[in-house]
C-alpha cells in the first residue's frame, strides 16, 4: 500500500530512555514530564516513553493492581500535557483495568494506594490487567489506543493480550460501542476515533491517523513477530512506534552461557532488519539503567537504507535525546525494494493480512 506522509516528511523526535521507580508512579509521571517539557522547548514534534514507565514491572507486589486500578488519570495527565506543548506523546505504556473492572470511585482516588480493592465488604477478585499504549496528539486529543497483543511468556499469568480480551468483550451478551472520545474507552483499541469499530480480535494492529502521518504503535515483544509490522505495513503505515521494557536478563542463564549479549544482539539486528524489510520507519523506547542490573537501552530511531540514525541511543544510559526522523527515507526504500508494491500486487504468495 502507498505510503500516507505528511507535507513536511522531516520532524523531531523526543525519546525518553528511563529507569522507572518501582511502583511510584507519580515520581516516575514528574520525570517523564520534565523530559517531555524539555523536548518541546527543542522542537520536538513527538516524546516517546518506555513501556511500564509509570510502575515498572512488579506485578507480584500487593500494590501492582491497585496502581493499574487508578492509572487512567496519568492518561488524561498526559493529554492536557500535549494540548498545553503542543506535541504528539506516546506515554509508553500504562498497565489499566478494563473500566468496566474498575469501581466508580477509583479514577479519582490516590493511585499510590497499597490498599486492596474492596466492593460490598469483601476483596476484589484479581482483575483483568491490559498493558496499553495511548498516542495522543498536539491538541490533547486521544488518537488512538493499542493493547499488547503478543505477550512475553513471564508475563502471561499477569496480563491479558488484545486478543484474548475482545474475544472476550465480542463473546459477552453486551453490544460492542462505537468508538468513544472518551480516554478511558479502551475497548477500541487501536482504532482511530473517526473510524468504524471493529474487533481487535479479528484485527489487533490498526493504523492511527495523526499529523506525522499513518502511526502504528506495537510494545516489545511484538517485535518479534513479522506478521504484526506486515499488518501494519498493509495498512499504509509509514511509522512504527514500539515502547519496551526488555532486558538483558530476560535471555535465561543457559543462553547467557553462549553469549552474554544475546538480547542486545536480538535488539540491534531485528530492530534494522523491520526497517528494511517493511520499508518502514521504526522508533524503539526502551528503559534505561545500570548495565548490571540488565538494562539494555538502545532506544533509537532505525530506518531503511540507514539503519540506527545518527543521535539514538547506543547503550543504556538513562536520559532523554532529540532525534531527526526523514521519512522520506521510506519512500527511497520502496522504489528500490518494492515491498509495498509486491504486497499488493496478484503474484504475492504469502497471503493478505
Known amino acids: ?3 500516507s506522509t505528511p507535507a513536511s516528511k522531516k520532524f523531531k523526535v523526543a525519546i525518553i530512555q528511563m529507569k522507572p521507580k518501582p511502583l511510584d508512579p507519580d515520581h516516575n509521571f514528574s520525570v517523564a514530564t520534565s523530559h517531555i517539557r524539555t523536548a518541546a522547548s527543542q522542537g520536538a514534534s513527538l516524546a516517546i516513553l518506555p513501556e511500564y514507565h509509570l ?4 506485578p507480584d507486589s500487593p500494590e501492582f493492581i491497585p496502581i493499574a486500578r487508578k492509572a487512567h ?13 503542543k506535541i504528539n506523546i506516546c506515554a509508553g505504556t500504562i498497565v489499566q483495568t478494563p473500566p468496566d473492572d474498575l469501581p466508580s470511585e ?13 466492593i460490598n465488604g469483601e476483596e476484589d477478585e484479581k482483575p483483568t490487567l491490559l498493558n496499553i499504549s495511548p498516542f495522543i496528539s498536539d491538541q490533547g486529543e486521544l488518537l488512538g489506543t493499542y493493547i499488547k497483543t503478543n505477550i512475553w511468556i513471564p508475563e502471561r499469568a499477569h496480563l491479558t493480550s488484545s486478543v484474548d480480551w475482545h474475544k472476550r468483550a465480542d463473546s459477552s451478551s453486551q ?14 483499541a487501536g482504532v ?17 491517523q495523526t499529523s506525522l502521518g499513518k502511526v502504528g504503535l506495537l510494545i516489545c515483544w511484538d517485535l518479534a513477530f513479522p506478521e504484526a509490522f506486515r499488518s501494519l505495513v498493509h495498512q499504509g503505515v509509514n511509522l512504527i512506534l514500539i515502547p519496551t521494557y526488555w532486558t538483558a536478563f530476560d535471555m535465561k542463564p543457559e543462553g547467557l552461557k553462549i553469549n552474554p549479549d544475546a538480547e542486545k544482539l536480538f535488539l540491534e539486528s531485528t530492530l534494522v532488519a523491520r526497517a528494511f524489510e517493511n520499508t518502514c520507519t521504526v522508533i524503539f523506547c526502551n528503559a534505561g539503567g545500570p548495565k548490571e542490573e540488565g538494562f539494555l537501552g538502545l532506544s ?8 540506527r540514525i545518527e543521535g539514538s541511543f547506543t547503550d543504556e544510559e538513562e536520559g532523554l535525546r532529540i532525534v531527526e526522523v526523514d521519512l522520506g527515507i521510506n519512500d527511497v526504500a520502496e522504489d528500490n525494494y518494492k515491498v509495498r508494491e509486491d504486497l499488493e500486487g496478484e503474484t504475492w504468495h504469502y497471503g493478505k493480512y
Open 73 to 85: 488519570r496519568y492518561q488524561k495527565a498526559y493529554q492536557d500535557l500535549a494540548a498545553e506543548l
Open 55 to 58: 510502575s515498572g514491572w512488579e
Open 175 to 188: 453490544p460492542q460501542p462505537a468508538p468513544s472520545k472518551h480516554p478511558n474507552n479502551m475497548k477500541h
Open 300 to 307: 533509537g530511531v532505525y530506518a531503511p537504507i540507514a539503519g
Open 106 to 118: 477509583s479514577i479519582a482516588s490516590d493511585a499510590t494506594s497499597a490498599e486492596p480493592e474492596t
Open 1 to 3: 500500500m502507498p505510503f
Open 192 to 208: 482511530a476515533h473517526d473510524e468504524p469499530y471493529e474487533s481487535s480480535a479479528s484485527k489487533p494492529h490498526q493504523v492511527i
